[in-house]
């Protein structure tokens, strides 16, 4: 029976959630490590170690360079993991300061300068993105199913029709408006991003009538950008299918709603940003 672990760094635990849900895995493999779960004090040599989180603190690197010495296959899970999310929160100057301002701080590991996504510091042979990756995802990936193949786009796994013949000429927010049923939330001004998000979720958000914020990342169109590039696809969009102003739609990509996934892959950028080859990401 094949033997995986689950590495928690600096996250929310919504990927372990996600995971513990896929109850498919039960009977096929054996979780020997998973802080969320079992109690251990160090991962033990396994066939798949799965991390999540990002590398916030001293502990979180010292954790990973231990684990990924034991595995065989090191997969990178989620947005924090990958692009930023939750845990890269922290490299706002404002919340640093709070942070650094309490005064009862104590045995609280030591952070590091800045966030850094897993493969900065060790070798990843596969990316699960996603916040949280869907349980159908995780056990792709345990299962090593190669059949499996992600739609390139939300857009093509939401199935609602995209219209000609209505152009709203503003957004109306995240939770505002009665949502119609199959029809294409851009035209009914929402600000969804899936047409350029990577697929492979089912589209469960958008099809229940909320816009995609593309937790999944960017598709494979973009995956290897810069995440401008990215942006501008959006945008196009949104320019051949409703009358919104550009400076609209720009202040609101931008806005802290959507800050926490629109800049994956460049969440941790700078001039060194890595760039990960589609083949691996699933």
């Known amino acids: 029976m094949k033997r995986f672990a689950v590495l928690q760094l600096s996250g929310c635990a919504g990927c372990e959630v996600s995971l513990i849900n896929a109850d498919e895995w039960v009977d096929q493999f054996k979780l020997v490590y998973m802080p969320l779960v079992i109690s251990a004090y160090d991962v033990p040599d396994v066939d798949v170690l799965l991390i999540s989180g990002g ?12 684990a990924v010495k034991r595995a065989k296959q090191v997969v990178a899970v989620g947005t924090c993991a990958i692009s930023g999310g939750v845990a890269n929160l922290g490299d706002r100057d404002e919340v640093r300061e709070l942070f650094l301002a309490g ?14 996504p897993v493969d900065t510091y060790v ?6 993105p996603g916040c949280p990756p869907t349980s ?5 990936v345990l299962q090593e199913n190669r059949d499996f193949q992600a739609s390139k786009t939300v857009c093509q796994e939401c199935g609602r029709k995209k219209l000609r013949d209505m152009r709203p000429e503003h957004l109306v927010g995240f939770r505002q408006g009665r949502v119609l049923p199959d029809i294409c939330l851009i ?3 929402y600000l969804c991003v899936g047409s350029s998000t990577r697929g492979g979720c089912r589209a469960p958000c958008t099809r229940a009538g909320h816009p995609c914020v593309g937790c999944r990342g960017p598709s494979d169109a973009f995956i290897e950008q810069e995440s401008e590039v990215w942006l501008k696809s959006i945008k196009r969009v949104f320019s051949s299918m409703t009358d919104v102003p550009e400076a609209e739609i720009d202040e609101a990509l931008r806005s802290p709603q959507l800050a926490l996934f629109l800049f994956q892959f460049s969440d941790y950028a ?4 890595l760039v990960r080859p589609k083949e691996k990401v699933l």
């Not at 005064?103 to 952070?111: A, F, I, S, Y």
């Not at 070798?123 to 699960?128: C, I, K, N, R, T």
């Not at 159908?136 to 792709?140: C, H, P, T």
């Open 123 to 128: 070798p990843v042979d596969l990316y699960l």
């Open 136 to 140: 159908e995802l995780f056990m792709a």
């Open 270 to 273: 700078s001039g060194d940003r």
């Open 103 to 116: 005064t009862q701080r104590l045995h609280v590991p030591r952070l590091l300068p800045k966030s850094h």
């Open 55 to 66: 590398v916030r603190t001293d502990e979180d690197l010292y954790k990973l360079r231990q």
């Open 187 to 189: 035209n009914q001004g």
